[in-house]
T-cell receptor
Framework: AQKVTQAQTEISVVEKEDVTLDCVYE???????LFWYKQPPSGELVFLIR??????QNEISGRYSWNFQKSTSSFNFTITASQVVDSAVYFCALTSGYSTLTFGKGTMLLVSP | DADVTQTPRNRITKTGKRIMLECSQT?????MYWYRQDPGLGLRLIYYSFDVKDINKGEISDGYSVSRQAQAKFSLSLESAIPNQTALYFC??????????????FGPGTRLTVL
């Protein structure tokens, strides 16, 4: 069975602070894919990144960066210099490619001015 | 035009009513999914279909049924709605091909309220 744990239910920061959202996963598959989605207050799900289990390189996209560590089964997401527009619920998700997508419960990020 | 559409976008109904949520996609994907989202619980899978002749129960299928009318259409029905089915419902699609990562593409969501 697959499982995704996002232990932080809610994080509050002040604008310009850096913030890291944690994601820990469990799977018996050797090939799997990890995703992060953003859900702003408007409700839609916005795809942020995907990563396969064979690619442990960290990735940076503007103010966003992701740290994938197979040794600790973690796929953490960092926002540098947070902005009010980053306020949203962020979901981490996992699939083996032949199974369905398993979501974490999400982390609500509140960025205040 | 959006690749995955859901109708209606918002719906208020009464306990005991039958309601259908519809999902259409233009991505040409074989796989389609229905999720519900409740605050603090993330997205939970209700039903999924890997092709037109395939229907599978997800984590929380009780009280729901689905119909895969065509590759592009996947409907979710609540035969007799109850208040704890009040939630945000998402439809999603994915490609089964190699290299697809099984990445899912989501519709905009349907906000359902059962009074």
């Amino acid at each position: 069975a697959q499982k995704v744990t996002q232990a932080q239910t809610e994080i509050s920061v002040v604008e310009k602070e850096d913030v890291t959202l944690d994601c820990v996963y469990e799977t018996r598959d050797t090939t799997y894919y990890l995703f992060w989605y953003k859900q702003p207050p408007s409700g839609e799900l916005v795809f942020l990144i995907r990563r396969n289990s064979f690619d442990e390189q960290n990735e940076i996209s503007g103010r966003y960066s992701w740290n994938f560590q197979k040794s600790t089964s973690s796929f953490n997401f960092t926002i540098t210099a947070s902005q009010v527009v980053d306020s949203a619920v962020y979901f981490c998700a996992l699939t083996s490619g032949y199974s369905t997508l398993t979501f974490g419960k999400g982390t609500m990020l509140l960025v205040s001015p | 035009d959006a690749d995955v559409t859901q109708t209606p976008r918002n719906r208020i109904t009464k306990t005991g009513k039958r309601i259908m949520l519809e999902c259409s996609q233009t991505k040409g994907h074989d796989r389609m999914y229905w999720y519900r989202q409740d605050p603090g619980l993330g997205l939970r899978l209700i039903y999924y279909s890997f092709d037109v002749k395939d229907i599978n129960k997800g984590e929380i299928s009780d009280g729901y049924s689905v119909s895969r009318q065509a590759q592009a259409k996947f409907s979710l029905s609540l035969e007799s709605a109850i208040p704890n089915q009040t939630a945000l419902y998402f439809c999603a699609t994915s490609d089964a091909g190699l290299g697809s990562y099984n990445e899912q593409f989501f519709g905009p969501g349907t906000r359902l309220t059962v009074l």
